[in-house]
């Protein structure tokens, strides 16, 4: 069975500091994809990356880094500079490949508070 | 272009009535769909999944149904509603190995 996990149920920073969301999955899959979301307060799931299971680079988006590490079964994502506006529930996601099902796993979601 | 529409918005609902939501999707075809709930301050749980019309996996027993009665239309229903039932619900589908979420509907069942 997949799991994800998000052990910071929740995180406090000021503005412009760097913050790194942690998450580490389980899966007997060779083939998979990783995502993560973001949830604002208006409850839509805002799509911010995915990853395939074979693709180890990591990738910069503006103030926004993941870090896959397949050795430790993780998929950080770090946010540079901190604003207020990155206040919001971010979920970390797995999709199975291999089964016709398709669907996503998702962790339990860090919500993540930038104070002005 | 690809799009998905769920309505309504928000619901509030007694104890006991009939539930109905409704999902659709546009610009593609034979996606698999998905219904997904979110309890409050809680991570998403899948519910159920449809790999084409008429198909219908469910992932954990519950007091819900699902149906799949045209190729890109989703419908979460139940004949009597129960407290447990209160959350946010999403409908999403994928065509490959993208997923796209609907704008979600908010139950409150009193």
């Known amino acids: 069975a997949q799991k994800v996990t998000q052990a910071q149920t929740e995180i406090s920073v000021v503005e412009k500091e760097d913050v790194t969301l942690d998450c580490v999955y389980e899966?007997?899959?060779?083939?998979?994809?990783l995502f993560w979301y973001k949830q604002p307060p208006s409850g839509e799931l805002v799509f911010l990356i995915r990853?395939?299971?074979?693709?180890?680079q990591n990738e910069i988006s503006g103030r926004y880094s993941w870090n896959f590490q397949k050795s430790t079964s993780s998929f950080n994502f770090t946010i540079t500079a901190s604003q207020v506006v990155d206040s919001a529930v971010y979920f970390c996601?797995?999709?199975?490949?291999?089964?016709?099902?398709?669907?996503?796993?998702f962790g339990s979601g860090t919500r993540l508070q930038v104070q002005p | 272009s690809q799009t998905i529409h769920q309505w309504p918005a928000t619901l509030v609902q007694p104890v006991g009535s009939p539930l109905s939501l409704e999902c659709t999707v546009e610009?593609?075809?034979?996606?698999?769909l998905y219904w997904y709930r979110q309890a409050a301050g809680r991570g998403l749980q899948l519910l159920f999944y449809?790999?084409?019309?008429?198909?219908i996996s469910s992932e954990v027993p519950q007091n819900l149904s699902a149906s799949r009665p045209q190729d890109r239309q989703f419908i979460l229903s139940s004949k009597k509603l129960l407290l447990s039932d209160s959350g946010f619900y999403l409908c999403?589908?994928?065509?490959?190995?993208?997923?796209?979420f609907g704008s979600g509907t908010r139950l409150t069942v009193v």
């Open positions: 449809s790999v084409g019309i008429g198909q």
């Open positions: 899966t007997r899959d060779t083939t998979y994809y």
């Open positions: 999403a589908w994928s065509p490959g190995q993208g997923y796209t």
């Open positions: 996601a797995l999709s199975d490949v291999d089964t016709g099902r398709r669907a996503l796993t």
């Open positions: 990853r395939n299971s074979f693709d180890e």
């Open positions: 610009g593609t075809s034979n996606p698999n």
